[in-house]
């Protein structure tokens, strides 16, 4: 019973972080930025939810019904896991040439600049493999793996968008350069757990 409320509370702490940062971001952009300039911000962050909402194509949802499978074995999790993997890189491939065959246009419908939307891409394919990983320490219960990587993330990115909105000279770009630096970093710290875990060759992901 204790270590059950010890992994919920580990769990309620993570998800409230994450609620909050943007909440506690909100008083320092509104005060930099200037109303259209708050706007695109949120549109930019709107486009990466969508993206990766497009992306994952519900692999996530699909591992996890294969990890409770009664009947599945470490190795067809293993395996599983792989073609799940295997269909990621294919779903990036697809809306990554999908989006730069129509840069132009999406950048004029959407009034963003185009590195945004380049930016967009890069941030929500890393943090659909950060997600990934977070699905995987979640469904094996090890609450504190999963709590303390997602509030790194959510903290570190609300951190350094703030050290960049005091240092830049162009203050909308701090929300954008900050999310791209912080998932980019945690993008390559999942590149080097898989690598740890379970070999590159396999792309077999355990998070053990």
């Not at 972080?17 to 709107?46: C, D, H, K, M, W």
């Not at 009664?70 to 067809?76: A, L, S």
Request: aromatic share 16%; glycine share 2%; hydrophobic share 50%.
């Amino acid at each position: 019973m204790t270590s059950f409320l010890k992994k919920s509370s580990a769990y309620l702490i993570s998800n409230i972080l994450n609620g909050l940062s943007l909440l506690f971001l909100l008083p320092f952009l509104t005060r930099f930025l200037s109303a259209p300039e708050y706007s695109q911000i949120v549109l930019f962050q709107t486009l990466i939810f969508g993206l990766l909402s497009f992306i994952h194509l519900n692999v996530f949802q699909a591992s996890n019904i294969k990890f409770f499978d009664k009947e599945t074995t470490h190795k067809d999790i293993q395996h599983y896991n792989s073609g799940c993997l295997i269909i990621l890189i294919f779903s990036i491939s697809f809306f990554t040439l999908l989006l730069l065959t129509n840069l132009s246009f999406i950048s004029e419908v959407l009034s963003l600049p185009e590195t945004w939307l380049i930016y967009a891409l890069i941030i929500a394919i890393a943090q659909l493999f950060i997600q990934f990983c977070l699905w995987q320490w979640q469904m094996r219960k090890q609450a504190y793996q999963y709590s303390i990587y997602n509030s790194c993330y959510v903290i570190l990115s609300s951190l350094f968008t703030l050290i960049l909105l005091y240092l830049l000279h162009d203050k909308i770009e701090s929300r954008v350069y900050a999310l791209l630096a912080i998932s980019t970093v945690f993008f390559c710290i999942q590149y080097l757990l898989l690598s740890k875990t379970s070999g590159l060759s396999s792309l077999v992901y355990q998070c053990q």
